[in-house]
């Protein structure tokens, strides 16, 4: 089969379009024939080797397509799955525990079905599960026109929680908006201050940051006294080593460094999230904005974009070139 392989690690550049072996379902595993993997941040960690993968590898975790084979039985060949637990979906061919694979409605398309889970399962948890948040309460979210971040503040919205989202364009800015934020702020906008201004003379109730390392001070700053300061990602950089003291000097606040693992470690909450997920999007409550298709062989250059900050949204890999085909990209 075709896939993406990473044999050393760095940048784009070491993702090796190419012919591999065909993956085998292990006990409890699908076979499935890929349609579209969807592209996260988190991919560029472990191409880089900030997050550890032995090598070689196949990158990618998430995406959409049809089963081929179940060993158990149970899964029918050709039903419509999606997964954001497959280790090395960028390729035609993927392995899944049956456990974690979603039945995909049809009205839902390949390119939202391959991207909805990991950035809208994180969202989810992000909103529901990190802080008690509440109608009126408020949030600022940075990389706000992101993956993430755009669902994040739809999700946030829909329950009546102030957004305060940051973003790097004009572009970006609109779709901060669009999106539900209530005020959207520039990297370089002193953020503690114009938070400040529009929230009634206090910090936020929860930061949720994303970006690291540029941002993370400015977020201690931004959220009210015995707020949370949730730091989920680090697209800037991994934050340096800090004195917890600053934690009582901004006022007695909560940090957390959550990953999706442990917000779906539990089958039932995994299901229960992927259910609240596809019904959002079924229903229409969220959009998931595909803000780039890339045939497979170009994944290096959707990491390039995506850590360039040229794209708003979530990317997906066309991998069986169906939609190319059909020039809907
Ligand atoms: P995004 O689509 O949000 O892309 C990253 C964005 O980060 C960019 O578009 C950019 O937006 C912003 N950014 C700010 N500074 C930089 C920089 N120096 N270099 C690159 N980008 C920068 O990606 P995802 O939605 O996939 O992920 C968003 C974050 O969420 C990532 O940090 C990711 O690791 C994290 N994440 C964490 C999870 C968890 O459970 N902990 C799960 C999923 C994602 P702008 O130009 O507006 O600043």
């Not at 940048?11 to 579209?36: F, H, K, N």
């Not at 007695?252 to 259910?275: K, N, V």
């Not at 596809?278 to 390039?304: K, M, S």
Request: aromatic share 6%; glycine share 12%; proline share 5%.
């Amino acid at each position: 089969m075709k896939a993406i392989q990473i044999t050393r690690n760095g940048g784009p550049e070491v993702m090796e379009y190419g012919e591999v072996e065909s993956p085998r379902p292990a006990a409890g595993q699908v076979l499935i024939d890929v349609d579209m993997a969807g592209v996260n941040y988190i991919d560029t960690y472990y191409r880089e080797g900030i997050y550890r993968c032995a090598l070689p590898f196949i990158p990618g975790s998430e995406g959409t397509g049809r089963v081929i084979e179940d060993p158990a039985g149970t899964i029918a060949p050709g039903t419509a799955v999606a997964w954001c637990n497959g280790p090395g979906s960028y390729a035609e061919q993927v392995v899944v525990d049956a456990e974690r694979l979603v039945a995909v409605p049809a009205e839902i398309d390949p390119a939202v079905a391959a991207t909805m889970l990991l950035q809208g399962m994180t969202a989810h948890y992000l909103i529901n599960s990190i802080a008690a948040l509440h109608e009126g309460d408020s949030c600022m979210i940075t990389a706000g026109a992101g993956g993430v971040g755009l669902l994040a503040t739809q999700l946030a919205a829909s329950r009546g929680i102030r957004v305060f989202s940051v973003v790097s364009s004009a572009e970006k800015e609109k779709l901060a908006y669009a999106a539900g934020a209530d005020t959207v702020m520039g990297y370089s906008d002193n953020l503690a201050e114009t938070v400040r201004r529009h929230n009634g003379g206090r910090g936020v109730d929860v930061v949720f940051d994303g970006v690291g390392r540029d941002t993370f001070h400015e977020s201690l700053e931004a959220v009210r006294p015995r707020g949370t300061v949730c730091l989920f990602g680090a697209a800037s950089g991994p934050v340096e080593p800090f004195d917890p003291q600053l934690l009582n000097t901004h006022g007695s606040i909560f940090l957390t460094r959550p990953s999706l693992g442990a917000y779906t470690s539990d089958t039932d909450e995994f299901r229960m999230r992927a259910q609240a997920v596809t019904q959002a999007i079924t229903d229409g409550t969220l959009n998931v904005r595909i803000g780039g298709v890339y045939p497979l062989n170009e994944a290096a250059q959707a990491h390039r974009d995506l850590q360039e900050r040229k794209t708003t949204g979530s990317l997906v890999l066309d991998v069986s070139g169906r939609r190319g085909e059909a020039g809907l990209s």
